[in-house]
């Protein structure tokens, strides 16, 4: 099969596309020829050399795919091959053919195509096992997401709408917030002309928020501790801005604040197992009413992997970005 090798760590230059030798599967898995996989932040650490694939997983990028069920272990029994699906990956989506723990899989929602149900396994599954099965979002509350405009920020606007809450984002343009509140978000801040913490008190009645989505990280920790209600939830999915900081102790005992972290790849299989069933059973049927939607940027051919990631760096796309072998 042809898959995106990383040449030598580096630039979106070092992708390119190669003849390598098709996965094999164990009784556990199945083979998903793909239609189309999607970007994520992480593929472009690792691409840089600073974010390696887990022991055991696939050497290639790509941490989630849609396409059709090309052939089961002899343990499963809940596919069947020409089955249309989509998956949750440890890597090796930027491929022809991937291997996947059949409990990693999902039908595709009614609704959506095959293609663009390759941008929906990762962002549901990190917003709902965050927001919701951490954070305990629920009807009534307020809950601000940084990024918006991304792919997961995309996501989490529509779902948490669908379940109830006020819905605050951050974004750096007027267009990134117009989009945002078209999928329903409340709140929209520019972050690169308006200092989000006081918008948030300003909004709350002084109160601040229920729970925060942050992908930013060191730069935004005490600002975002600043900007929770009594009772808050912080969870951190990532640091763009760095990992390293000091907080203020004493923000958070009088609150009771809580600040927790998580990351879908490095859990161990039977926790991403039920992760992804718990997808299915709440947020499949909100996508199969047409209450949530894969919010699609651009396709670009696997070939032009380095293009792609060329756009993700920059910023400039509002939703996921997919590849298309």
């Known amino acids: 099969m042809k898959a995106i090798v990383i040449t030598t760590p580096g630039g979106p230059e070092v992708l390119q596309l190669q003849q390598v030798d098709d996965p094999e599967i164990k009784d556990d898995e199945v083979l998903i020829k793909v239609e189309a996989t999607a970007l994520n932040r992480a593929d472009t650490l690792q691409r840089k050399g600073s974010y390696p694939h887990p022991k055991g997983a696939s050497p290639y990028l790509g941490l989630e795919c849609s396409g059709t069920v090309q052939a ?23 491929a022809e053919k991937v291997a996947v723990p059949a409990g990693h899989v999902l039908p595709i929602p009614p609704g959506v195509s095959l293609k663009d149900a390759a941008g929906l396994p990762e962002v549901a599954c990190t917003v709902w096992s965050t927001v919701f099965m951490m954070s305990r979002l629920s009807a009534g509350e307020t809950f601000l997401v940084h990024g918006g405009s991304s792919g997961i920020g995309t996501f989490a606007i529509q779902i948490a709408k669908t379940k109830g809450a006020t819905v ?21 801040i520019n972050y690169k002309t308006e200092d989000f913490v006081a918008r948030v008190k300003e909004e709350t009645g002084g109160k601040g928020v229920d729970v925060i989505l942050d ?28 990992a390293v900081t000091e907080i203020k102790l004493n923000t958070l005992l009088p609150k009771r604040l809580t600040v927790q ?60 970005i997919l590849l298309v072998p």
């Not at 029994?77 to 989509?86: A, F, L, M």
């Not at 998580?262 to 209450?291: D, F, I, Q, S, T």
């Open 215 to 242: 992908c930013i990280g060191a730069a935004y920790l005490q600002r975002n501790l600043d900007s929770l209600n009594f009772d808050g939830r912080l969870c951190l999915i990532g640091f763009q801005s760095g």
């Open 261 to 320: 972290g998580a990351a879908l790849r490095p859990r161990n299989p039977e926790n991403k197992a039920m992760v992804v069933n718990e997808v299915e059973k709440n947020v499949w049927p909100a996508v199969a009413a047409g209450k949530v939607k894969p919010i699609i940027y651009k396709s670009f051919p696997l070939s032009e992997a380095g293009e792609a990631h060329q756009l993700m760096e920059s910023s400039e796309h509002i939703g996921k």
């Open 168 to 188: 605050f984002v951050t974004a750096g343009s007027e267009e990134k917030l117009a989009f945002c509140k078209k999928l329903g978000a409340d709140v929209c």
């Open 72 to 94: 089961v272990g002899k343990n499963v029994s809940c596919w069947k091959i020409g089955d249309p699906v989509c998956a949750l990956l440890g890597g090796g989506g930027y």
